[in-house]
């Protein structure tokens, strides 16, 4: 069983930048697929970025260019590194761990999310 624990996020001006990161535990971390969702005030959660334990990567349309998220296998620790932050990025953001497919889909376990974390973007 995996365990998911956040850091990072807070308060940051629009054109910003913040990292995200999530320590995974109690299992083996570098055969996971791996993503990161969000859910802003009064929308529907959605998949910012995803990866999979090879490392390939695919990212939601609004945020390509501007985030990307790596894995550390040596800490077992997933970030997302978040540049050119808008007010639209305003959002809790959530670590989690499910399957990537073929063709960039990836799709979280229910059972394996972070606790999330706030960001917010303002100025």
């Known amino acids: 069983q995996v365990q998911l624990v956040q850091s990072g996020g807070g308060l940051v001006q629009p054109g910003g930048s913040l990292r995200l990161s999530c320590a995974a535990s109690g299992s083996i971390f570098s055969i996971y697929d791996m993503g990161w969702h969000r859910q802003a005030p009064g929308k529907q959660r959605e998949l910012v970025a995803a990866?999979?334990?090879?490392?390939?990567?695919n990212y939601a349309d609004s945020v390509k260019g501007r985030f990307t998220i790596s894995r550390d296998n040596a800490k077992n620790t997933l970030y997302l590194q978040m540049n050119s932050l808008e007010p639209e990025d305003t959002a809790v953001y959530y670590c989690t761990r499910g399957t990537y497919y073929s063709g960039g889909y990836y799709r979280a376990t229910d059972a394996y999310w972070g606790q999330g974390t706030q960001v917010t973007v303002s100025s």
């Open positions: 990866i999979s334990s090879g490392g390939s990567t």
